[in-house]
């Protein structure tokens, strides 16, 4: 059967008229793959259904956060539940310190926690946080590594910023670009390098541990551990940005895996099931510096909101029980294995990085170690892969820079329906 958007191409011009882009995040326009965005109509387990009545094998995952697969019955119980009883106070819930101490019970470094509504808020906030503590100005990011989208981070940023080619943002003032260095990933020399040079005058560094915003990187051995040395040696802040690995790479993020004890972590996605949330937490002697304890000012009408504490803290004891992440990783590993054989006998190069639940096949035979060699992937190539795989019935992420994300509800059969769509496609490249 020929495949049929119409619905969606109808739907996207109507939302382009309103919406800039006809979308609410630029990523979801498509625009890098060269066709037009499904428009969705709901989730299932593993699957999605367009406004056709196309299903997809969901691959996305809401970006992120469905690691236990969309509409989950006891996600959406208790959601149910608790809306029956009103969607949001402004005053303290009991829910927020379950949830609370359910996050820090797994990862040790964090003594406190504080709740906001996305991901670029918890970024935001450990920055200003980490400027307050230290009294310094200057931040280091690394090159393709995506925080949100908060004037200091949209520095040579990845995810959207790097798929449309604009990684530094025209309406950043000039100012506030300048407190942010740019460091390559997996350069510990680089970095030794710039702390040499201004040190003293660094706030942070803040990375993500496992690169997951052009495509997926991961750090070399000794990486990680050379950050947190140089950090401590500077007096400057170590800062996780766990909101996509945190609960993914393993349940304990990827400091759990890497054995890394940061000063802070931002978290987000999985956190709040589905529902808009992200986290910042830390060290006692540094959060107790966030307002109304200490001086530093953070705040949020909706952060700790009811609906997102209860969908994470669902979501979470979900992930909870035993084997969850061994099937995760050999689901993960079967794709990404699966993937790199196939393109290897359709005669095309490709290399495949994975961990936990997140994976990128990058159509290169460069190994993709920091922001240079991800950009050595065919983006031509993976557009027409990604259109083929969609027709196919299978929903990626609409980006050569972007992780793919498995869940719980992805069966074995799943990844075998994948591999055998992703055996035609990659034919025809
Ligand atoms: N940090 C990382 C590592 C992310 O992947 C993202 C979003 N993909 C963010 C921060 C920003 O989160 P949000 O989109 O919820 O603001």
């Known amino acids: 059967m020929p495949f049929v958007d119409e619905k969606s191409r109808l739907a996207f011009a109507r939302a382009q008229k309103f919406i800039p882009g006809g979308v609410n995040s630029p990523v979801r326009a498509f625009k890098s793959v060269g066709r037009d965005p499904v428009f969705i109509e709901r989730g299932e387990g593993a699957y999605i259904w367009d406004i ?24 959406v119980a208790v959601i149910k539940r608790v809306a029956e009883r009103g969607t949001s106070y402004g005053a303290p819930t009991e829910v927020e310190t379950v949830l609370a101490e359910e996050v820090l019970k797994a990862y040790p470094s964090m003594d406190m926690i504080r709740m906001v509504n996305s991901g670029t808020e918890a970024t935001m906030s450990a920055l200003r946080l980490a400027r307050g503590v230290t009294g310094r100005t ?26 449309f080619g604009v990684p530094t943002s025209p309406g950043v003032p000039s100012q506030i670009a300048a407190t942010t260095i740019s460091a390559r990933f997996n350069d510990l020399e680089g970095l030794r390098e710039i702390f040499a040079r201004e040190g003293e005058e660094i706030a942070c560094v803040i990375l993500e541990p496992v690169a997951g915003n052009m495509g997926v990187v991961l750090p070399e051995d000794g990486f990680l551990q050379g950050v947190r040395r140089l950090t401590e040696e500077y007096g400057a802040l170590l800062i996780f940005d766990e909101v996509m690995t945190g609960f993914r790479v393993s349940y304990g993020g990827a400091q759990a895996h890497f054995g890394i004890d940061p000063d802070l972590t931002c978290l987000g996605k999985v956190i709040g099931g589905g529902l808009p949330v992200g986290a910042y937490g830390g060290k006692r002697r540094f959060m107790e510096q966030i307002a109304p304890s200490g001086p530093i000012y953070q705040a949020g009408t909706l952060s700790g909101n009811p609906l997102a504490m209860n969908a994470g803290l669902t979501t979470l004891k979900l992930l909870q029980q035993p084997g969850t992440y061994e099937s995760l990783a050999s689901k993960t590993t079967r794709l990404a294995e699966g993937l790199k054989q196939l393109a290897r006998e359709a005669g095309l190069p490709m290399w495949v990085n994975a961990i936990g639940a997140m994976f990128c096949p990058f159509f290169t035979d460069v190994p993709v170690k920091d922001y240079a060699s991800a950009c050595t992937s065919d983006v031509e190539r993976f557009a027409k892969y990604h259109r083929g795989m969609l027709e196919r019935g299978i929903y990626l992420a609409p980006s050569q820079y972007e992780a793919t994300f498995l869940s719980t509800a992805h069966t074995e059969s799943d990844i075998d329906h994948a591999l055998e769509q992703a055996r035609e496609v990659l034919r025809t490249l």
Do not use: M
Request: aromatic share 10%; net charge negative.
């Open 52 to 75: 056709d009545g196309n299903r997809y094998l969901d691959f996305v995952g809401s970006w992120g956060p469905l690691i236990v697969g969309h509409a989950h019955p006891d996600v």
């Open 138 to 163: 200057k931040i280091i990011k690394f090159e393709g590594c995506y925080h949100g989208h908060s004037d200091q981070l949209l520095i040579k940023a990845g995810s959207g910023a790097l798929t």
